[in-house]
């Protein structure tokens, strides 16, 4: 059998559709339908393994689908202005047959989460390959999502588990934080910072004086690994004029030196910290889009919200109101950004779901029924990546033998593993209902090929380290 990273690009390859589209599961009924938020990390895996083609694909069906929701947001918009709430089936919906058109079932179909991870995914996707003329052809869809998230994000809608419908969740909202916050920050820098980001993209030696500036703005990003965009810019412009009275050469010098560790640095949760910089510095074509700052203010009004409501007891909890975990909350950190690794309250919140979540795998949350409740491998490939960015990836690495025991002799990933479950008297009940679980789930490969380049990741971070 060919190692699960190769099966896992070949599945994923495989079950995209023809229109772009990812399958969630091709042999599970209910699941032949692709979802912007499973979509959108199967894409992001893509774009890790190198494979920026099928990632490509994917925002432009994207696209696709979401111009013809303009109507249905214009509407939300009409019926909030007129001071009446729109119902459940006047939002666009979480998942589209795979030929875009959206299936009319009782699916509980307004979920907002996807919509901010798809914005996140594409400022990935631009991060990667700079590739901003693909920014310029979903400009529209992009605008539209904004709006919608704008006008909706305070309304309860059902979680990332597609429950709850009557709440909010801190982990949904963490996604339209950084979703907003990405496609706040890829518009004010028109892509520039994208491009000098994007791994592949990173030049030898610097091109211009522009790539001089940002080199080492992104350097002393990665290496402070500061949260605090004007300190990065400082820490930039203090490089910069130490070598202002250099020759042009000790520059390039200086930022070969530099780019290398910037390279290795994980570039996308830096990738606006460097926009940023790069604008400050004067980067070309960072010019500012004027809506650029109400989007990152607005990015920022969800931040405090859920800092403000999403918290008790010292950590996040798993909805308003229900102060039960949940494994999605490790996106809070990981990779929305709400709050560094290392915050307390996500430290807290990582002991939580240790204790009470993390066995092999890792469960949804304590009360969960479905397939008995089981464990599943894309949240503990979640766990290994949020060990890698704090620090801790021999922790991961357990979680990742995990894993690959959990493919079949197919070399398939399952949705979820039945060994420990929550509930046993549930399993039967869903297998009478929808037959076995879904496998494969294309969005346990994406994970699994997350985790994969993560440790491969830290493992090149500590070797630079020991040098
Ligand atoms: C999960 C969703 C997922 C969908 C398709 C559901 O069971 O709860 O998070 O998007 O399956 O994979």
């Known amino acids: 059998m060919p190692d699960l990273r190769d099966r896992s690009i070949e599945i994923i390859q495989r079950y995209q559709a023809q229109s772009g589209a990812y399958v969630a599961c091709p042999n599970f009924a209910p699941y032949r339908f692709c979802w912007l938020r499973d979509g959108t990390f199967t894409a992001y895996a893509m774009d890790r393994a190198g494979h920026h083609d099928s990632a490509r694909r994917f925002y432009l069906w994207v696209d696709s689908v979401l111009r013809r929701e303009a109507r249905r947001v214009d509407r939300i918009a009409d019926l909030l202005a007129c001071g009446q709430a729109p119902d459940h089936r006047d939002m666009p919906p979480t998942r589209y047959r795979l030929d875009g058109v959206p299936e009319e079932d009782k699916w509980p179909n307004f979920q907002l989460d996807g919509y901010g991870t798809w914005l ?71 892509g520039a910072a994208a491009q000098v980001v994007g791994v592949s993209e990173v030049p030898k030696t610097p091109r211009t004086a522009c790539t001089a500036h940002t080199g080492p703005a992104l350097c002393a990003v990665e290496s402070s690994r500061c949260a605090d965009v004007a300190e990065a810019v400082e820490a930039a412009e203090a490089i910069h004029a130490t070598q202002a009275t250099c020759a042009t050469c000790a520059v390039d010098v200086a930022w070969a030196a530099h780019v290398d560790r910037a390279v290795h640095a994980a570039p996308s949760s830096y990738a606006g910290h460097a926009a940023h910089a790069a604008r400050a510095l ?9 809506n650029a700052s109400g989007i990152a203010g607005l990015a920022e009004s969800i931040r405090e919200y859920i800092l403000d409501h999403g918290v008790a007891q010292g950590r996040f909890v798993k909805s308003l109101g229900n102060p039960s975990i949940d494994a999605s909350l490790l996106w809070l950190a990981v990779p929305f950004a709400v709050v ?17 979540l993390y066995h092999s795998g890792v469960h949804r949350y304590p009360e969960d029924t479905y397939y008995g409740g089981g464990e599943w491998p894309l949240l503990a490939c979640w766990l290994g990546w949020y060990y890698c960015r704090a620090g801790r990836p021999a922790s991961a690495a357990p979680i990742l033998d995990w894993v690959e025991r959990c493919a079949n002799e197919r070399g398939e990933l399952p949705e979820q593993v039945s060994d420990h479950v929550n509930d046993p008297a549930f399993l039967p009940v869903w297998h009478d209902r929808w037959g076995p679980v879904a496998t494969p789930l294309l969005w346990s490969h994406a994970m699994y090929l997350v985790l994969l380049d993560e440790l491969a990741k830290a493992h090149v971070e500590a070797t630079h380290a020991s040098v």
């Open 120 to 190: 996140w995914g594409l400022a990935e996707h631009v991060a990667m390959t700079g590739d901003t003329t693909l920014l310029e052809q979903v400009r529209k869809s992009v605008d539209l999502t904004i709006r919608y998230l704008s006008l909706c994000w305070k309304m309860p809608n059902y979680d990332c588990w597609e429950e709850f419908g009557d709440r909010l969740h801190p982990a949904t909202l963490a996604c339209l934080y950084g979703g907003l916050a990405a496609a706040g920050r890829l518009l004010a820098c028109g």
């Open 340 to 356: 560094e690794p290392s915050d307390p309250l996500m430290l807290s919140t990582v002991e939580e779901l240790e204790r009470r």
């Open 282 to 290: 004067g980067a070309p074509g960072a010019s500012n889009d004027p």
